[in-house]
């Protein structure tokens, strides 16, 4: 492989050679228009240089291409740009005549034509892409240019690229991104090859010149009325007047030269991949072995620009550029026996495909179309470490395209993709004190291309750069942020949804940060990813659609797990039009506060209309989007830990509590009101499984409501509330009332069990208690805490229990009053140690 690699770079470098010595210095062709320079006596200073002239002609006949530029430079930047003309052509099938070079300078004509020397060099403009073209690149360097020069050259590159067979298509613009004095576009072509052309934006016609043999198709125009462009706009939008000339009659007719091109070979091709269990399996193997064992290469000169290798030499030799590609899937999707074929795209500008007449050298990328289970599916063999099964393969938006598929007679537009990629950030803060460290802990969860971006990506670099840039992303809000230990990527969703896993730890020893003049602590947090996401450009008066990017769904939770409880309003903030939705929830639950964000992009460009209300719902965004934390500092430790006196006064209610329930245990003996003894059963089964439940119920929220925690009985106070007391007593109130519950619970378990006469009465009490008492709760709340601590959904929590202990009472106390199986069950009495009965009417 590295032999032949070196055989192709070595066959390049000696075509530079050869052709470079088919560069000629000539008149322009006998069937070109002369256009002349008018001598412009400007002295501009706005700008570095102008377009005086751009003249370009075509001759289909003589396959000839005619190009005559004159510039005037004003400054040193202008002479810096335009002293060096270079011209580049394809030696394989071009060549190139220089057909003038002058100077003109106050009112002189300077000839450099003679006195330059031309250089040519090969120069592989697309490298980096893994593309050799084999293009010879010829530069003539400009001696003694000057302030306000008029520099005046034209040339001639003889020959078309043999694969078009003497078609030819092309667009003209009338109309540039910057002014041009006179724009001349000129094609001529014999009789029996007509010329079809199509005006887009208010483009002017052309004059059309006929002769006995050929006709002439002429644009003329003062191209000093330029089009600018507004910031963002989308790629593929083009509002130039332009026209676009063509031989080829329609679609059809270019599908019938191409396809031949991409003949699906007759030879079973064979290779290390496996049939699979079923016909999903076997498609999906073969695209993962295109996409990822045969390499992105291609040699492109001459047809090698749009004619592929064969399939059998391209598994051969393991690389391939897209349409060597293509057509190896596309032949072992056939091989496989499934319905395939290869499709030409534009990465650029498929969106407007259909504006212009058919024209070869319209495609610049090549994927696959195939059908499996009566559904049409796209793939781009190109793209490596893609994941996700059939259903879930994502593709670029590159809108039409030419399915070589025979009688395809039409461009093919491609469904847009379904499926919305993905990010889920899951962010864990744990601080071991006020002022001090914080271990911070990522998860991030990627879906559809954002998990084959961060695949190729993680695949692409080392682990320890990796690590630095991800340590480096995050410096921007923890300048002192350290990794605790290698980030950890997870793959293990590649054939299915396509998802991917990255886990980060982190070490952030300053997270708190101190205002020495006022001794407060602060921390932040804030979504970095999303941050980068919607850092959209402002764009006053805008007149052109706003390009906003591929649509996606982003999703962010940040939990802070602080060492006390704080006084956290918890709040809500959202932001939705037809392109967009934001919302951002901010709530507390016990000692973390969690931090919720949400936001998708629905649509990728919207109307000029409608940008300045998007910047503007964005700039709310970016305030709202940062999350800051706040504390005096003053009881940093000293409030942090259990709260001894809680601890205290609990045990002492206790106490109280269990003392009142054995006086009443032993005292309170209510007269049987029935001889019989009969067992639990019935519906009294139903009471007895809620009381033994109840004091579990009892205990779980004790413990999670904090009671026992320092900070919760100084929270109040910090925060400076007026009637910090009193919210303070109400804290306690539920403290009492809920240990005191739970004791009475225990009694009424005892005496259910025991079948004592005092169960009735007592248990209607409690169902009494379990209806008012979160009456008085609700009405004291509402009543002592401010309004801005008010949370509607802990109203809505007490309202729901305040209904459950509505039905439990309007269900069991009647049953209890009046039920004779209560009676009949419920007949024993405590008896005395002397045998006697304690009875209490």
């Given amino acids: 492989m590295t032999k032949n690699y070196?055989?192709?770079?070595?066959?390049?470098?000696?075509?530079?050679?050869?052709?470079?010595?088919?560069?000629?210095?000539?008149?322009?062709?006998?069937?070109?228009?002369?256009?002349?320079?008018?001598?412009?006596?400007?002295?501009?200073?706005?700008?570095?240089?102008?377009?005086?002239?751009?003249?370009?002609?075509?001759?289909?006949?003589?396959?000839?291409?005619?190009?005559?530029?004159?510039?005037?430079?004003?400054?040193?930047?202008?002479?810096?740009?335009?002293?060096?003309?270079?011209?580049?052509?394809?030696?394989?099938?071009?060549?190139?005549?220089?057909?003038?070079?002058?100077?003109?300078?106050?009112?002189?004509?300077?000839?450099?034509?003679?006195?330059?020397?031309?250089?040519?060099?090969?120069?592989?403009?697309?490298?980096?892409?893994?593309?050799y073209d084999g293009s010879i690149t010829a530069v003539v360097n400009l001696t003694d240019i000057r302030k306000n020069d008029i520099i005046e050259y034209s040339y001639t590159v003889k020959g078309f690229n043999p694969i078009n067979q003497g078609n030819f298509s092309t667009v003209f613009y009338q109309q540039y991104t910057s002014p041009v004095d006179r724009i001349y576009n000129r094609a001529i072509s014999p009789k029996k090859t007509p010329i079809y052309y199509k005006l887009l934006?208010?483009?002017?016609?052309?004059?059309?010149?006929?002769?006995?043999?050929?006709?002439?198709?002429?644009?003329?125009?003062?191209?000093?009325?330029?089009?600018?462009?507004?910031?963002?706009?989308?790629?593929?939008?083009?509002?130039?007047?332009?026209?676009?000339?063509?031989?080829?009659?329609?679609?059809?007719?270019?599908?019938?030269?191409?396809?031949?091109?991409?003949?699906?070979?007759?030879?079973?091709?064979?290779?290390?991949?496996?049939?699979?269990?079923?016909?999903?399996?076997?498609?999906?193997?073969?695209?993962r072995f295109v996409q990822d064992d045969v390499r992105y290469l291609g040699f492109e000169s001459g047809i090698g620009a749009y004619k592929p290798h064969n399939p059998s030499k391209v598994l051969q030799q393991r690389y391939g550029d897209c349409k060597d590609k293509s057509l190896l899937l596309v032949n072992l999707l056939q091989n496989a026996g499934i319905t395939s074929y290869p499709f030409l795209v534009n990465t650029e500008s498929g969106e407007s495909l259909g504006d212009l007449l058919p024209g070869l050298n319209l495609f610049n990328h090549c994927i696959v179309y195939f059908e499996h289970g009566n559904k049409s599916y796209y793939v781009d063999p190109t793209m490596t470490n893609q994941g996700g099964d059939l259903d879930n393969l994502t593709l670029p938006q590159y809108g039409e395209g030419l399915l070589l598929k025979p009688d395809s007679d039409a461009l093919t537009r491609i469904p847009k993709n379904q499926i919305v990629p993905k990010v889920k950030v899951e962010e864990t803060i744990t601080t071991d004190s006020i002022g001090g460290n914080a271990l911070f802990l990522v998860k991030t969860t990627y879906t559809g291309s954002k998990a084959d971006y961060m695949r190729d990506y993680f695949k692409s670099n080392t682990q320890e750069s990796i690590n630095n840039e991800f340590v480096n992303y995050y410096s921007s809000i923890y300048p002192s942020i350290q990794s605790a230990q290698p980030i950890v990527f997870s793959n293990d969703d590649r054939g299915n949804r396509n998802e991917v896993v990255i886990e980060e730890y982190y070490n952030i020893p300053d997270f708190w940060i101190k205002d020495e003049d006022t001794g407060i602590f602060t921390c932040e947090t804030q979504p970095l990813v999303l941050q980068n996401l919607i850092n959209y450009t402002n764009s006053p008066q805008r007149t052109m659609p706003y390009y906003l990017g591929e649509p996606y769904e982003f999703e962010q939770e940040t939990s802070i797990a602080l060492p006390d409880y704080w006084n956290i309003l918890d709040s809500e903030f959202?932001?939705?039009?037809?392109?967009?939705?934001?919302?951002?929830?901010?709530?507390?639950?016990?000692?973390?506060?969690?931090?919720?964000?949400?936001?998708?992009?629905?649509?990728?460009?919207?109307?000029?209309?409608?940008?300045?209300?998007?910047?503007?719902?964005?700039?709310?965004?970016?305030?709202?989007?940062?999350?800051?934390?706040?504390?005096?500092?003053?009881?940093?430790?000293?409030?942090?830990?259990?709260?001894?006196?809680?601890?205290?006064?609990?045990?002492?209610?206790?106490?109280?509590?269990?003392?009142?329930?054995?006086?009443?245990?032993?005292?309170?003996?209510?007269?049987?009101?029935?001889?019989?003894?009969?067992?639990?059963?019935?519906?009294?089964?139903?009471?007895?499984?809620?009381?033994?439940?109840?004091?579990?119920?009892?205990?779980?929220?004790?413990?999670?409501?904090?009671?026992?925690?320092?900070?919760?009985?100084s929270l109040f106070k910090n925060a400076g509330y007026e009637n910090a007391n009193a919210l303070t007593l109400f804290l306690g109130f539920e403290l009492a009332m809920n240990i005191a519950l739970l004791v009475f619970a225990a009694l009424l378990i005892i005496l259910y069990f025991k079948k004592r006469t005092s169960l009735p009465k007592l248990i209607v009490i409690m169902y009494a208690s379990s209806f008012v008492i979160p009456i008085l709760d609700l009405v004291l709340y509402n009543a002592l805490f401010p309004k801005d601590l008010l949370d509607a959904a802990d109203d809505q929590e007490t309202y729901t229990q305040i209904f459950r202990g509505f039905i439990s009472a309007a269900i069991w106390i009647p049953y209890f009053l009046v039920s004779e199986r209560v009676k009949n069950t419920f007949t024993k009495v405590r008896e005395t140690e002397i045998g006697e009965e304690v009875v209490q009417a």
């Fill in 6 to 131: 070196g055989c192709f770079l070595a066959l390049f470098l000696i075509l530079s050679q050869v052709y470079s010595q088919k560069i000629e210095k000539l008149p322009p062709p006998y069937w070109v228009e002369p256009i002349q320079v008018e001598n412009h006596d400007n002295k501009s200073e706005n700008g570095a240089y102008k377009y005086l002239l751009l003249d370009f002609q075509y001759n289909i006949e003589t396959e000839e291409a005619y190009d005559h530029y004159a510039i005037q430079v004003f400054n040193s930047e202008g002479i810096q740009e335009f002293s060096d003309i270079s011209i580049s052509y394809d030696p394989t099938y071009q060549s190139l005549v220089f057909n003038s070079i002058n100077v003109l300078r106050n009112g002189q004509k300077i000839d450099k034509l003679i006195e330059s020397n031309i250089n040519t060099f090969q120069r592989e403009t697309n490298l980096e892409r893994s593309l």
């Fill in 201 to 287: 934006n208010n483009a002017p016609a052309p004059t059309i010149n006929e002769s006995a043999t050929h006709t002439a198709y002429v644009w003329d125009v003062d191209g000093t009325d330029y089009f600018q462009y507004d910031i963002n706009v989308p790629y593929w939008a083009n509002y130039q007047k332009r026209a676009s000339i063509s031989t080829f009659k329609d679609w059809e007719t270019l599908t019938e030269l191409v396809q031949p091109l991409y003949t699906i070979s007759s030879e079973k091709l064979t290779g290390p991949w496996d049939k699979g269990s079923n016909e999903e399996e076997t498609i999906l193997d073969l695209i």
């Fill in 574 to 713: 959202s932001s939705e039009k037809e392109s967009y939705r934001y919302s951002k929830n901010v709530r507390a639950v016990g000692r973390t506060i969690v931090v919720k964000h949400n936001y998708h992009l629905k649509q990728n460009f919207i109307d000029p209309s409608l940008v300045t209300t998007f910047l503007k719902d964005h700039e709310k965004i970016n305030d709202q989007i940062a999350y800051q934390l706040s504390h005096t500092g003053d009881a940093s430790v000293g409030e942090s830990g259990v709260s001894t006196t809680s601890i205290i006064i609990s045990l002492v209610l206790l106490a109280l509590f269990i003392f009142g329930a054995k006086k009443i245990h032993d005292n309170y003996n209510p007269k049987p009101q029935s001889d019989q003894n009969l067992n639990i059963g019935g519906w009294l089964v139903l009471p007895g499984i809620g009381l033994v439940l109840s004091p579990f119920l009892l205990l779980f929220q004790v413990g999670s409501q904090g009671y026992f925690d320092k900070g919760v009985w």
